[in-house]
Every structure is written in structure tokens, then in C-alpha cells.
């Protein structure tokens, strides 16, 4: 029996009915050229035999005096957690996405190791589709993804590979938050060190004057309490819409070369943009410009040791109509807190990137505050397998991370690459934002609006 630390104990303490608190992932494969029409099946029946899960897919919750441990399930039933199901018919991507909508709005059974795992068949075009789910206190969102990786190989003859679920655990390793839940995580495990960490008062209150200060003057900069009231910061239900795309990498490269800026500059630009095309269509787009958390890596070099993370707060420029002016008002934006952040210490970092999260980590913990506001809504980037992958002799066509939607920030924008694609996982409250799979237009719309700027077109 092993306790759970304070921080994953957070995310069960998190859950609510209307607040799921697992992360999920969706891979896209075709079938083998020699695959017969029965290939998924005897797939699932292969996968069904591995019935004896390794850690932590084998752990169930056990609560004592108010403390959970995870234990091993004795009486492990594969059959609840791996499920072979097909899609209604025409079998589109359409019905893809809305049967993953529904199973990412059910809470996991605490009875029971916390995962599942879907394999879909009846997909249009010699498709099939597995879609995994894991509670947060169990993986970050990164670490699953990098599980289901593991499960994947370079060899497209290569057949007999188990599901994830029978691999051995590897050595844990930090990632990426990709929401204010893992920033928090990552702030909780960082607490060592308090004499360090109190030495940085006097240059993080500089800083943060400078910061207070220079937003009065400068239109779009950002600082903390600036994000808007907007319809994507209201109480959530628990219904959730999932929607996916994929765009060409050296599509938009070429773009991010035209205008000399990053891909994730490009990236927060198209979602101001469909954003800002979302809340006019709902009436209810703000004045003020949307703010956008986003991870960012401070790493200069190729080490592996020590966090090198912070999370900046990025204008997003919804209160412009010019794709390009937006464009360069993202980029300044991104720069500012790029330049903040090589001018102080990993400490410093630390604490700010600390303070910045308040307001979200109060309102998530008690909701008293649900006026203070750093950000409207969360968008992360994570690099992915640049080579194509196989599983059992499938190709791995596509991959779309599903994160986590929280109580006030009501989306959740993930992105991964895969090969030469970036891979978009939008995730909503169903009711809070109706009608969100548009932003997959409107997403389209802001790439042909800035190639037209750049005389592409």
C-alpha cells in the first residue's frame, strides 16, 4: 500500500461531477495494407488477454483516516476497463469525436484502477481509432501521452505488441504543465529550498511593480488580473465537446518564416483569431483582449536535469481585426515575458510564475474569488514524434491530446506534432460554449487570413 503525495490527493480533491479531473488521448490509425476485414477484432481479442495490468495501471484508490493509499486490484476485470466498440454509421470523424465527447464527460469508477481504454471501430476509410484515458492523480498529462508512445513502434512489420497497460513502469520524469492543475503540481514540488526561495522577495516586488506600472501605459501588455470577463469563464457543467484538426507543419513554418516569428506565435495568433470570430458570432466578444496561460521552456541547452518551465501570460489580441497587427501584438507579447523571465533566477521564476497562478488556484480550491482573473483560457504545445509510428502493423495517422476542462476556464486548447502535422485538441464545456467545434473553421480561416497577408494569395 503507498500513500498518495499532497498533490495527487489535489486532483481527487479537485473532482467533482461537473469537473472531471482525467486527461485522455486520441490516436488515429489505418489499417495495414494486408489487413483483412476482421483485423480489428482479432486486435481487441489480442489486447484482451493481456489481463494482468503493471503498475500503476493495476492500482485502486483505498481511503483510511481521511488519507487515499493506492493498492493493488485483486480482482482486476479487463473487460471494464478495455472496451471494443464501433461507430454508428455513415462512421465519420463527425461520430469519432462525438462518442469521444461523451466517454471524456464520465468520471472514472474510484472503485476501480482509474483508466480506460476504447478501441473504435467502423471508421470511414479502412480506419480504426483507440482512444485512452488515465485520472490526473494517477499521470500528468504529458506522462500519458509519452505511455501511449511507448506502446507504438518505428517498424510497421512489427506485431504482438502489448497495449500500454502491460509495459513496466519507467522512472518518472517531470514535463510540461499544461494547465494551472499541473502548474500547481509543479509549484507543490518545488517548495524545498525556503531560504532560497524567500531571498527573491525584494527583486519579485521590482518586478512586479514594473510590471503593474507598465501596463497602465502599454495597450497590450499583460499583467496579472487584466484577463476579461468573458462567456469562456463561467461555471462549467459536465457534458464536454471534443474537437480535433490537423494542420501541415510546413504550411505554417512558411508562414512563421514570412513574418519572422515562432510557430507558437503563430499558434496563439490563430487562436485569438478564432476566438475572437467564436465571441462575435455569440455576441460576446470583450473589449479588453483574451489572455492565454501558456507553458513555456526556458531550456538553452540540450540538459536534462532541473525545471526550466514557466507559465506566461499571453495577450492574444482578440480586440484587433488585422491578422497581422494581431500577429505582431502575440509576439511582443510572448517576447516581453521571454525577456522578463532570462533576467531573473530559477527561483524568481518560480515565484512568479507562483503569483501569477493565484488567482486561478484560489478560485479552483474555493471559488471565492471568481472575479480575479489571470487568464481566459489555457493553450499548450508539446512537441511530438517526428518519425511515423506503428502499432501491430497499423500507422499511426493521427494524435490529439484531450485535456482537462476546469470551473471558469471553460476550454482548453492542447496541441502536439506529429511528423510533418500539428495536431489541435480543443476540449469544452458542451453547454458553456455551444457550438465550439467552429473554432475548427475559424482556426482554418486564420491560416488562409495571414497567407493573404504574407501575398500567398
Given at each position: 500500500m503507498k500513500s498518495l503525495s499532497p498533490v495527487d490527493q489535489l486532483?481527487?480533491?479537485?473532482?467533482?461531477?461537473?469537473?472531471?479531473?482525467?486527461?485522455?488521448?486520441?490516436?488515429?490509425?489505418?489499417?495495414?495494407?494486408?489487413?483483412?476485414?476482421?483485423?480489428?477484432?482479432?486486435?481487441?481479442?489480442?489486447?484482451?488477454?493481456y489481463c494482468c495490468p503493471e503498475p500503476p495501471f493495476n492500482q485502486r484508490l483505498t481511503r483510511r483516516f481521511g488519507q487515499y493509499f493506492w493498492t493493488e486490484d485483486k480482482q482486476f476485470d479487463i473487460d471494464h476497463h478495455f472496451r471494443h466498440e464501433a461507430l454508428p454509421k455513415p462512421g465519420r470523424i463527425r461520430e469519432?469525436?462525438?462518442?469521444?465527447?461523451?466517454?471524456?464527460?464520465?468520471?472514472?469508477?474510484?472503485?476501480?484502477?482509474?483508466?480506460?481504454?476504447?478501441?473504435?471501430?467502423?471508421?470511414?476509410?479502412?480506419?480504426?481509432?483507440?482512444?485512452?484515458?488515465?485520472?490526473?492523480?494517477?499521470?500528468?498529462?504529458?506522462?500519458?501521452?509519452?505511455?501511449?508512445?511507448?506502446?507504438?513502434?518505428?517498424?510497421?512489420?512489427?506485431?504482438?505488441?502489448?497495449?500500454?497497460?502491460?509495459?513496466?513502469?519507467?522512472?518518472?520524469?517531470?514535463?510540461?504543465?499544461?494547465?494551472?492543475?499541473?502548474?500547481?503540481?509543479?509549484?507543490?514540488?518545488?517548495?524545498?529550498?525556503?531560504?532560497?526561495?524567500?531571498?527573491?522577495?525584494?527583486?519579485?516586488?521590482?518586478?512586479?511593480?514594473?510590471?503593474?506600472?507598465?501596463?497602465?501605459?502599454?495597450?497590450?501588455?499583460?499583467?496579472?488580473?487584466?484577463?476579461?470577463?468573458?462567456?469562456?469563464?463561467q461555471c462549467i457543467t459536465g457534458s464536454r465537446r471534443f474537437a480535433a484538426q490537423s494542420f501541415a507543419l510546413p504550411r505554417l513554418r512558411k508562414l512563421a518564416g514570412t513574418f519572422n516569428c515562432t510557430i507558437n506565435d503563430l499558434v496563439l495568433s490563430m487562436c485569438g483569431h478564432a476566438l475572437r470570430e467564436y465571441l462575435i458570432g455569440q455576441n460576446a466578444l470583450p473589449d479588453q483582449p483574451l489572455i492565454a496561460m501558456v507553458p513555456l521552456s526556458l531550456r538553452k541547452d540540450d540538459s536534462a536535469g532541473g525545471n526550466q518551465i514557466a507559465l506566461i501570460l499571453a495577450n492574444l489580441g482578440t480586440h484587433v481585426c488585422d491578422p497581422a497587427n494581431r500577429l505582431r501584438i502575440v509576439q511582443a507579447s510572448v517576447k516581453d515575458a521571454k525577456r522578463r523571465f532570462a533576467q531573473m533566477?530559477?527561483?524568481?521564476?518560480?515565484?512568479?510564475?507562483?503569483?501569477?497562478?493565484?488567482?486561478?488556484?484560489?478560485?479552483?480550491?474555493?471559488?471565492?474569488?471568481?472575479?480575479?482573473?489571470?487568464?481566459?483560457?489555457?493553450?499548450?504545445?508539446?512537441?511530438?514524434?517526428?518519425?511515423?509510428?506503428?502499432?501491430?502493423?497499423?500507422?499511426?495517422?493521427?494524435?490529439?491530446?484531450?485535456?482537462?476542462v476546469l470551473d471558469r476556464i471553460a476550454l482548453n486548447?492542447?496541441?502536439?506534432?506529429?511528423?510533418?502535422q500539428l495536431e489541435f485538441g480543443l476540449i469544452a464545456c458542451r453547454r458553456t460554449l455551444p457550438s465550439m467545434q467552429r473554432l475548427l473553421d475559424y482556426l482554418e480561416n486564420s491560416v488562409r487570413e495571414l497567407e493573404i497577408a504574407a501575398g500567398f494569395k
Open positions: 486532483f481527487l480533491w479537485l473532482e467533482k461531477r461537473q469537473q472531471p479531473m482525467h486527461v485522455a488521448g486520441l490516436q488515429l490509425f489505418s489499417f495495414p495494407e494486408d489487413a483483412g476485414p476482421k483485423y480489428v477484432s482479432e486486435l481487441a481479442q489480442s489486447i484482451r488477454d469519432l469525436l462525438s462518442l469521444v465527447s461523451a466517454e471524456h464527460s464520465n468520471l472514472l469508477d474510484r472503485e476501480r484502477p482509474l483508466w480506460e481504454a476504447h478501441l473504435i471501430e467502423g471508421i470511414r476509410g479502412r480506419q480504426f481509432a483507440l482512444y485512452t484515458k488515465v485520472h490526473h492523480s494517477v499521470v500528468d498529462g504529458i506522462s500519458a501521452m509519452r505511455m501511449g508512445m511507448r506502446a507504438l513502434s518505428k517498424d510497421p512489420h512489427e506485431r504482438d505488441l502489448p497495449p500500454v497497460w502491460a509495459y513496466k513502469p519507467e522512472k518518472k520524469q517531470r514535463s510540461l504543465p499544461s494547465n494551472p492543475v499541473d502548474a500547481m503540481s509543479s509549484l507543490a514540488r518545488l517548495t524545498a529550498g525556503v531560504s532560497k526561495q524567500v531571498a527573491t522577495v525584494p527583486a519579485l516586488a521590482r518586478e512586479l511593480y514594473k510590471v503593474s506600472q507598465k501596463a497602465k501605459t502599454a495597450p497590450n501588455y499583460v499583467s496579472i488580473f487584466q484577463a476579461p470577463d468573458t462567456m469562456l469563464n533566477s530559477p527561483e524568481e521564476i518560480l515565484n512568479f510564475t507562483a503569483l501569477s497562478m493565484t488567482p486561478t488556484g484560489l478560485n479552483l480550491l474555493t471559488g471565492l474569488a471568481p472575479k480575479w482573473r489571470a487568464f481566459n483560457v489555457i493553450i499548450s504545445n508539446v512537441p511530438g514524434p517526428r518519425e511515423p509510428l506503428y502499432w501491430n502493423g497499423a500507422r499511426l495517422r493521427g494524435m490529439y491530446p484531450v485535456s482537462v486548447i492542447t496541441l502536439t506534432s506529429y511528423q510533418d
